[in-house]
């Protein structure tokens, strides 16, 4: 009995192509998109892109930025425009390039870094080296730090090494004549490449003070928050399912002939499609307001300083979703077909495009390709909308994007629902 019971489920599983690509293909594609993204966040031949101010002016930081600039891993604007030309920034043309995503970090070299002890007992005195950064690149500030510490050590030994001995004379009691000449001398053997390694280990002491600042988070509650990343990218995943849903209502209604009545009536196919489209999208869009009302009254999120922009991302992302609800509901045959479609198709956008974990965690590559699904183009307008602060007309990509395909995914809709005409 056994024996014909197998041989009947796997004559079922050889016909049900959705029940094969559940089983075989969605476990290989997650794990391909997980190993991809954490397997390779950044790739180490790519530049990290900062900007550079220099109000110190003095020796020291001109040797400091030029270290900076001759790092291979860094690609270091230090003017207004990206070509070099322009005036040179200033710590707020900096903080607005970070805040704008055009750099993930910019370095401040601020007025009296070099008179300024780098170590000792007025630890709560020293000038620091501010890293600006955009925490939604993680990685970028902790590399910009551990960097300057090395340009710390081999572009200005010489003056770390005085502000080292100016401390030890000022709290140790001065130095004699022949102390001095041992100082130069150690100086002399820092700057040399073939310095001992006991020589670089001591230079170790008179570490760059530098600290990173998140110029996009002032405050816990009065600013941006990283829950504004999360609140999108579920909300959109989820968006996806219940469009999905409710699109399947059509199929419902072919079932119970509900349908071709509507069809004989004087709304026709184009009346029912369009009567569909405004109900999910009213549907969508009260989703996402309750998403983000709950998220506002919950997590503190500054809705209601960013109304405007969240309304028309909202209209714009619900229209698309709901019209890519449609083209699943009109290319099954089933329930049970449009539930495995629509799982595979969704999970893997939402993967790709950042609903399950931020883009910015992905490399470039892997972002690129995040951009091929729809839910890439909803979470960037979010994002610049409670992130970035951006004007109503920067939100104009997104848009563009999100219009196209909705008009796309309607035009593909009414074509396959031309098989319920001809029953």
């Known amino acids: 009995m056994i024996g014909p019971l197998l041989k009947i489920f796997v004559t079922n599983l050889r016909r049900d192509r959705v029940v094969q690509a559940m089983a075989f293909l969605l476990p290989v594609l997650f794990f391909s998109i997980f190993a991809l993204v954490f397997g390779q966040q950044r790739d180490p031949t790519s530049k990290v892109s900062i900007a550079l101010v220099d109000e110190d002016q003095t020796e020291y930081s001109r040797r400091l930025a030029k270290a900076l600039s001759e790092e291979g891993a860094l690609s270091v604007r230090t003017h207004a425009e990206k070509d070099g030309t322009g005036p040179l920034l200033t710590r707020e043309t900096g903080t607005a390039l970070v805040k704008d995503g055009i750099v993930p970090v910019t370095v401040v070299l601020p007025k009296g870094l070099q008179s300024s002890p780098s170590f000792g007992a007025d630890n709560t005195n020293r000038v620091k080296v501010q890293i600006l950064s955009d925490p939604s690149d993680p990685i970028a500030p902790q590399m910009v730090l551990g960097l300057l510490q090395k340009v710390g050590f081999t572009a200005a030994p010489d003056v770390m090494a005085d502000q080292g001995m100016a401390m030890f004379e000022k709290y140790g009691g001065g130095l004699t004549a022949q102390q001095r000449a041992a100082v130069d001398d150690w100086k002399k053997e820092l700057a040399s490449p ?133 083209v699943l509901a009109t290319i099954s045959r089933s329930r049970a077909q449009l539930s495995g479609i629509s799982t595979i ?45 951006a004007a109503m007309t920067e939100l104009w990509p997104q848009v563009l994007v999100l219009s196209a395909l909705t008009v796309v995914f309607l035009t593909l809709a009414r074509f396959f629902a031309r098989r319920w005409e001809t029953l």
């Open 194 to 326: 073939t310095a001992s390694s006991t020589t670089q280990d001591v230079a170790e002491g008179f570490a760059l003070p530098a600290e990173i600042v998140n110029v996009m988070q002032a405050n816990s509650f009065g600013g941006p928050s990283t829950v504004s990343f999360y609140a999108a990218g579920v909300g959109v995943m989820f968006l996806l399912f219940s469009c999905s849903g409710a699109g399947g209502s059509l199929l419902d209604e072919e079932e119970s002939g509900t349908l071709g009545r509507l069809l004989g009536s004087r709304a026709g196919m184009n009346g029912v499609l369009a009567g569909k489209f405004v109900f999910i999208v009213l549907l969508a869009m009260t989703q996402m307001t309750v998403m983000f009302l709950w998220a506002a009254l919950a997590f503190q999120l500054p809705l209601a300083s960013h109304l405007a922009g969240f309304a028309v991302m909202t209209f714009f992302t619900a229209a698309a979703a709901a019209s890519f609800g449609l």
């Open 345 to 389: 198709l969704i999970l893997t956008m939402s993967a790709l495009g950042g609903s399950m974990f931020p883009r910015f965690f992905m490399s470039e590559t892997m972002q690129k390709i995040g951009l091929v699904t729809f839910n890439a183009w909803a979470l960037d307008g979010y994002i610049k909308v409670f992130w970035r602060n």
